[in-house]
T-cell receptor, first 115, second 111 residues
Framework: AQTVTQSQPEMSVQEAETVTLSCTYD???????LFWYKQPPSRQMILVIR??????QNATENRFSVNFQKAAKSFSLKISDSQLGDAAMYFC????????????FGTGTRLTIIP | NAGVTQTPKFRVLKTGQSMTLLCAQD?????MYWYRQDPGMGLRLIHY???????AKGEVPDGYNVSRLKKQNFLLGLESAAPSQTSVYFC??????????FGQGTRLTVV
């Protein structure tokens, strides 16, 4: 079974600065997807970024980018130019590409933005 | 363009009562899931379905049952609610090579 570990329960960053959230995972599969989801106080789960394991290039979405290290099974999220609206719980998730597509989540990192 | 809709959004139950949570998706997705979210534990998979008429157990299935009689609907049932089932419940759906879409969550309190 796959596992996802987020070792930082809470993080804080000054507005306009850069912060990196860590995620490691364990799997024996070679083909899979990795995600970062944002959950603001509204409770809605919002997809931030997606990485396909077979792609070596790190995914980027505007101010959000990842550092995907497949051999090390590491998948960190970098948020540049942090904004007040980035304050939320962030979840790292793993999705198998072999039949049931289910997501396995980490325990989350609560990000606080300091004005 | 509703996406994934969960009903109800909030519910308070007494211990021993039963209830059904409804998840409906309008994207013709094959795969549907029920998760529960508890503080410090992330989202944990309760049950899932890979197509109409199929269901399978996830990580924490005890005390729950599910049914997928129609492709667009995935029902989660609690036969005899317990305080340990106090949680926020999320439904999600997806298709191969597509991101997962989540409902808005149901906050359930069992007293």
């Amino acid at each position: 079974a796959q596992t996802v570990t987020q070792s930082q329960p809470e993080m804080s960053v000054q507005e306009a600065e850069t912060v990196t959230l860590s995620c490691t995972y364990d799997t024996s599969e070679s083909d899979y997807y990795l995600f970062w989801y944002k959950q603001p106080p509204s409770r809605q789960m919002i997809l931030v970024i997606r990485q396909e394991a077979y792609k070596q290039q790190n995914a980027t979405e505007n101010r959000f980018s990842v550092n995907f290290q497949k051999a090390a099974k590491s998948f960190s999220l970098k948020i540049s130019d942090s904004q007040l609206g980035d304050a939320a719980m962030y979840f790292c998730a793993y999705q198998s590409n072999f039949g049931n597509e289910k997501l396995t989540f980490g325990t989350g990192t609560r990000l606080t933005i300091i004005p | 363009n509703a996406g994934v809709t969960q009903t109800p959004k909030f519910r308070v139950l007494k211990t021993g009562q039963s209830m059904t949570l409804l998840c409906a998706q309008d994207m013709n997705h094959e795969y549907m899931y029920w998760y529960r979210q508890d503080p410090g534990m992330g989202l944990r998979l309760i049950h899932y379905s890979v197509g109409e008429g199929t269901t399978a157990k996830g990580e924490v299935p005890d005390g729950y049952n599910v049914s997928r009689l129609k492709k667009q609907n995935f029902l989660l049932g609690l036969e005899s609610a317990a305080p340990s089932q106090t949680s926020v419940y999320f439904c999600a759906s997806t298709e191969w090579d597509t991101e997962a879409f989540f409902g808005q969550g149901t906050r359930l309190t069992v007293v």
